[in-house]
């Protein structure tokens, strides 16, 4: 069982910067693909970043990359989600997730994930 908790969301301006933390519980968080994922008003929550285990490889969506850096420490047990030249449509609840201990593809697929935090809203201001 994996528990997590996110932080660091808010408002911030256009073209501003935020990074969201995802503290994890449990032994077996060097063992779990973890990913990110957004929602906001009336959409489907998507894809924005996921990264492997060891931290070695990294997946993003193309309307993050090159603005978004996804980073993890395993002695924290925690996964990051740096935010940089935000837009206001990343306004979103941001969630982070993780997927069954032992796999080791990184998928964008929502149904991957088998646990998942309680959300922090991002706001972009413009």
């Known amino acids: 069982q994996v528990q997590l908790v996110e932080s660091g969301g808010g408002l911030v301006q256009a073209g501003g910067s935020l990074r969201l933390s995802c503290a994890a519980s449990g032994r077996t968080f060097r063992s779990n693909v973890m990913g990110w994922f957004r929602q906001a008003p009336g959409k489907e929550r998507e894809f924005v970043a996921g990264?492997?285990?060891?931290?070695?490889?990294?997946n993003y969506a193309d309307s993050v990359k090159g603005r978004f850096t996804c980073s993890r420490d395993n002695a924290k047990n925690t996964v990051y989600l740096q935010m940089n030249s935000l837009k206001p449509e990343d306004t979103a609840v941001f969630y982070c997730?993780?997927?069954?201990?032992?796999?080791?593809?990184?998928?964008?697929?929502?149904?991957?994930?088998?646990?998942w935090g309680q959300g922090t809203q991002v706001t972009v201001s413009s």
């Open positions: 997730a993780a997927r069954p201990s032992g796999v080791v593809a990184v998928t964008s697929d929502v149904h991957g994930y088998s646990y």
């Open positions: 990264i492997s285990k060891s931290g070695g490889s990294t």
